[in-house]
């Protein structure tokens, strides 16, 4: 059992990317359900789908994206909020990931959202991690 789902995940996701994989499957739970949507919403993956894995919990299956010539679209992925420190930030104070080219993923009690959604919905909440 793994004690950091989403530390798991982007672990999963960075080394997939790696090693040219088309998809990687990560245990399903809602946070990584928010991460994956957003991902997906802003272009970094595919797509994804929940799969059964005869556990109960399931799988979510996640199509990685590439350029035209074969690198990552995800060439860098952090987990910035980790299970010994917590990193919560209001709105004026989220990080612009790459001077903006990048996104922060931050879960709020609105749900997971980017930084740029974030700071058009005027709400703050903790930073789980940052991609570009």
Do not use: W
């Not at 199509?63 to 060439?75: F, S, V």
């Not at 987990?79 to 990931?97: A, E, I, M, Q």
């Amino acid at each position: 059992m793994h004690s950091d789902p989403i530390a798991d995940m982007l672990t999963r996701i960075r080394n997939a990317g790696k090693a040219r994989l088309n998809y990687v499957n990560i245990k399903k739970s809602k946070i990584c359900m928010g991460v994956a949507k957003v991902l997906q919403n802003e272009g970094y993956v595919t797509g994804f789908e929940t799969v059964d894995d005869g556990t109960g919990q399931g799988l979510i299956r996640i199509e990685l994206k590439y350029t035209l010539d074969g690198m990552p679209a995800i060439t860098e992925i952090k987990r910035v909020s980790k299970t010994g420190r917590r990193l919560y930030c209001s709105v004026d104070k989220l990080p612009y990931v790459m001077n903006g080219m990048g996104i922060a993923i931050v879960t709020t009690n609105k749900g997971v959202m980017t930084d740029g959604q974030c700071r058009k919905d005027k709400v703050s909440g903790e930073i789980l991690c940052t991609v570009c």
